[in-house]
């Protein structure tokens, strides 16, 4: 009787408890399945946001540089209208093109002759000079010195104050000198075959400045030009032992250019090719 009444007395297990524990752990795995989801989809967010991020940058970059090369090719464009549409400067850089080679008739010395008549008066002044006619003079005696002459201008300054405009070429002045314009120039190279040989030969190129001022009407009153022959020339035969003694003594063939107090701010462009 008493075994059965002790039988009796246990307590069943709890079906309740055990389907809640299950419940439980299905839903913790269910929340860690859905932040694994959502850690893997900002991940993949964050790679395509950085992915995008770069392309950005590229493409700005890329941008940069395009406008950047635009800039630069608007300002040339801006620099070369800004001289033509200057008179000065025209009038100067027409120069150059019509005084590139040598006078000939062939590269139309009358031309040259039309042009500085036109541009110059008999008032136009130099370091060494008074009038359009010593300028013709000269170039027609310093081209029978040279067999070849060529200008190459580099840059332009302007400068302006009141009626009175300056413009300064920074310019390479290449030449080929003729024999007798080598002798009559340095007589001391007579009798000196091969160096004469040399110097005919070879084509010498030499650093330039050319200044022009030009008053109200556009008319030159003051032209000159500084360059140092015996310095090129001294570089072109620097590998003849012999070379320097013939320089002993020369002068550099540099116009020394006296300035007419003008001292404006000034506007620095690039030649036009």
């Not at 200057?86 to 000939?104: G, N, W």
């Amino acid at each position: 009787m008493s075994q059965n009444t002790s039988s009796s007395t246990k307590t069943p297990g709890n079906p309740n408890g055990k389907a809640k524990a299950r419940a439980g752990t299905a839903r913790d795995e269910d929340v860690d399945e859905k932040v694994l989801r959502r850690r893997l989809q900002y991940k993949l967010h964050q790679r395509r946001h950085r992915a995008k991020q770069k392309q950005k940058v590229s493409t700005l970059e890329l941008e940069v540089q395009s406008l950047a090369a635009e800039v630069d090719t608007l300002n040339r464009q801006r620099n070369n209208l800004l001289i033509e549409n200057i008179f000065s400067p025209r009038v100067a850089m027409e120069y150059f093109r019509l005084f590139q080679y040598s006078a000939s008739p062939m590269n139309g010395i009358d031309q040259q002759e039309q042009y500085l008549r036109a541009v110059m008066t008999s008032e136009t002044v130099g370091p060494d000079y008074v009038g359009v006619d010593t300028v013709v003079t000269q170039w027609r005696l310093f081209c029978n010195f040279f067999a070849y002459t060529r200008y190459d201008p580099l840059a332009i300054d302007v400068a302006t104050v009141g009626d009175l405009t300056a413009v300064v070429v920074d310019s390479i002045f290449s030449v080929r000198a003729r024999r007798d314009g080598i002798i009559t120039l340095y007589p001391s190279l007579n009798g000196d075959l091969g160096l004469t040989q040399k110097l005919s030969g070879s084509i010498i190129n030499i650093q330039g400045k050319y200044r022009f001022t030009f008053d109200s009407n556009g008319i030159i009153t003051w032209f000159s030009a500084e360059w140092d022959l015996v310095g090129a020339l001294q570089q072109a035969l620097a590998a003849w032992p012999t070379s320097p003694r013939y320089f002993r003594g020369q002068t550099s063939r540099r116009l020394r250019v006296k300035s007419k107090s003008m001292k404006p701010p000034q506007t620095r462009y690039e030649a036009p090719r």
